[in-house]
């Protein structure tokens, strides 16, 4: 793998958990694996008290937590390189001390990571300005962006306004972590560089897609976040829709983040959400033990927010006319999975004498667990009489290569200090994904209907598969590797 060039990735927020349990396992993983390069700068900078010596030893727990095979030494040989500033995300005071810094450290190309709560992003922006830190002489000038980006879409094109202000389009990375997993980019490996696949990607052969996403755990002491957030601004605008955009885009002629991108925002614009009444909003109450989401830390006993919603999308062009794009997703339900299922048509006619039941074929993406893809088609069952079975060709990741994939977060700290821009979401891309979910989060608001309510620790609001039974079509059951 090419090293990244030598930089300083600056994290504001360091004092977090994204810092602890993802950026800092990722940084130390890319110094291990010997693709950062040797002079790196790693700079902390928060509110809190706290100085170099204490921020490594914060720094080094976490490791020790949550990298499998923490090795001592090559952890010091990248302590050493830890610093940190303490300021404010609205004073340009702690930002003109951070620059003073970079300076003294001799680094020119600099990475800006936002791992603050979304409140802080327009400040940091402004400090760096104010600072002089949203150009550098002699070398780069990149801010990193985490979700969310806004909580609709007249707030994330106002984020967009206030970020484009101060740094061009080409200096913004806005995140989201799901695309740089290994099967999010497979999919368009198995589009794009195979012959077999593509020209049956479309209406003609494809009945319909389901991409699903599970969490067994509940809002986790995060209830005033969910209670603004709720799933279809936490997981649908984001993560769903991108993986989505994957199956749904046209071929792009390059692999780059100007074509690819080009491609998924053609997709988004010629996409909709059907209305409420192919869609389902619901909420975990109490149930195996745990308790109910209105019981929970911060949120409104009698909060109608969705927790779980299943929702039906269109694509208006000649490809996909007429196939349904179905989403759910949930929290407290009972297994964590992440998939995305193509239903294929049944044969045009069947010559063999078998139950008009007989089912299609089904080819699944499977994101989490056992990350790999499935086909599950017809065959013949041994014997004279001619009886059809199901039968599956798997391909697990796990199996078949013997190096470990990489957490998502290394994928995209390496693409940030490379440049490559490719699994970052656009300004347009991500206002045309709002432009999606935003009318069903009206309507939903407007509605003052209550929640269909599910136990916690169960699949989900049996008026969800209500929903693809009236459309003849029923949920695949995630992760059971089939
Ligand atoms: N955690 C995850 O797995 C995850 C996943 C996806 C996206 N994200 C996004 O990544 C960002 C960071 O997540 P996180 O979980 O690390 O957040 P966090 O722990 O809540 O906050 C990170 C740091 O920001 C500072 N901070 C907290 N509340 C603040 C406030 N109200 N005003 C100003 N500063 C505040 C704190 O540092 P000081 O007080 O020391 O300054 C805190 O340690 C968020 O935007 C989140 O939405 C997180």
Known sequence: MEQAPKSAFVIFGVTGDLTARKLMPALYQ????????????????????????????????????????????????????????????????????????????????????????????????????????????????????????????????DLNIQVLEHFAEDQVYRIDHYLAKETAQNLSALRFANTLFEPIWNNKYIDHVQVTMTEPMGVEGRGSFYEEAGVIRDVFQNHLLQLLALVAMEPPSRYDAKSVRDEKVKVFSAMECLDLNHAVMGQYVAGNGMKGYRDEEGVNPRSRQATYAAATFKINNWRWADVPFYMRSGKRLGDKASEIVLRFKKPPHIPFDVPNSMISDRLVFRLVPNEGISFRFNAKEPGQHFKMDRVSMNFYYDKEFDRPAPDAYETLILDVMQGDATLFMRADEVEAQ?????????????????????????????????????????????GNGK
């Open 30 to 157: 890319l110094h291990v694996e010997g693709v950062l390069h040797p002079e790196t700068s790693i700079v902390g900078y928060a509110r809190s008290q706290n100085d170099d010596t204490a921020l490594r030893e914060s720094m080094k727990k976490a490791l020790k937590t949550y990298v499998k095979g923490f090795n001592v030494k090559a952890w010091e040989s990248l302590a050493k390189r830890i610093t940190y500033i303490q300021g404010t995300y609205d004073d340009v005071k702690g930002f003109k001390e951070l620059a003073k810094h970079l300076e003294d450290l001799k680094q020119e190309n600099r990475i800006f990571y936002t791992s603050t709560p979304p409140a802080t992003y327009t400040g940091i922006v402004k400090g760096l300005a104010e600072a002089g830190l949203a150009r550098s002489e002699g070398g780069f000038s990149r801010v990193v962006i985490e979700k969310p980006f806004g909580i609709d879409l007249e707030t994330a094109k």
């Open 434 to 478: 709002w432009r999606i979910v935003d009318p069903l989060l009206e309507q939903w608001e407007k509605s003052k209907k209550d929640p269909a309510f599910y136990s916690a620790g169960t699949p989900g609001p049996s008026q969800a598969d209500e929903m693809l039974e009236r459309a003849g079509r029923y949920w695949h059951k995630p």
